[in-house]
């Protein structure tokens, strides 16, 4: 009995100790205020979870922050993510929803031309790569983040558009 014991022992103790590096470290946790979010055009909303919003992050990182840092836009400063351009986008792009069409199928600000050919899209994955291996909750993910910023960080998000 006694070496099984040292062998859970040594596994509990790796475990615990693994959680205690890598767990607090990593997680996001944000107050669930901050995560109720528009989810569509009808004004329903929604409650992104810390995962969710730790999955989006990671996305908007990884294929959006090159050209939208800190909610900026990189050559068009005028169209920000902060949720004053969302809204007055059409169709407005203030919620997950129209977020994600945006993502699937982006268009001029005026809602007249598709962009997908110049901004990356799944529907062009063909041309953006990076965009094939995102799964729909991915995307909904990332739609998520955008629109938990502002009310994180206010001003900083998209702020400074002249400075662009
Ligand atoms: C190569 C640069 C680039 C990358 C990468 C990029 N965008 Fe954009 N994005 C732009 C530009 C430029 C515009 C303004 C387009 C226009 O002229 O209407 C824009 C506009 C937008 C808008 C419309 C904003 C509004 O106020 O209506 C959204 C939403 C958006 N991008 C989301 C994303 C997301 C999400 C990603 C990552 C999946 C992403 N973008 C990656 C350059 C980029």
Same mark, same amino acid.
């Given at each position: 009995?006694?070496?099984?014991?040292?062998?859970?022992?040594?596994?509990?103790t790796?475990?615990l100790?693994w959680?205690?590096?890598? #767990?607090?470290a990593?997680?996001?946790n944000?107050?669930?205020?901050?995560r109720?979010?528009?989810?569509?055009?009808a004004g329903?909303?929604?409650?992104?979870?810390?995962?969710?919003?730790?999955?989006?992050?990671r996305?908007?990182?990884?294929?959006?922050?090159?050209?939208?840092?800190?909610?900026?836009?990189?050559?068009n400063p005028?169209v920000t993510?902060?949720?004053?351009d969302?809204e007055?986008?059409?169709?407005?792009?203030d919620?997950?929803?129209?977020?994600v069409d945006?993502?699937?199928?982006p268009m001029?600000?005026? #809602?007249?031309?598709?962009?997908?050919?110049?901004?990356?899209?799944?529907?062009?994955?063909?041309?953006?790569?990076?965009m094939?291996?995102?799964?729909?909750?991915d995307l909904k993910d990332?739609?998520g983040?955008i629109?938990?910023?502002?009310?994180?960080?206010?001003?900083?998000?998209? #702020?400074?558009?002249t400075v662009?």
């Open positions: 009995m006694r070496p099984m014991r040292l062998i859970l022992w040594a596994i509990a790796l475990f100790g959680q205690v590096v890598t #767990g607090p990593l997680a996001i944000v107050d669930q205020s901050y109720t979010i528009k989810l569509n055009e329903d909303t929604t409650i992104i979870s810390n995962k969710q919003l730790e999955n989006g992050k996305v908007f990182n990884n294929t959006c922050s090159q050209c939208h840092m800190a909610g900026r836009t990189k050559t005028n993510l902060r949720l004053e969302l007055g986008a059409f169709p407005p792009r919620n997950v929803a129209a977020l945006y993502i699937n199928e001029t600000y005026d #809602g007249e031309i598709d962009i997908s050919d110049l901004h990356p899209s799944t529907k062009r994955a063909d041309i953006w790569s990076e094939r291996n995102y799964t729909p909750d990332a739609a983040y629109l938990v910023q502002p009310s994180l960080q206010g001003y900083m998000w998209g #702020g400074g558009k662009n």
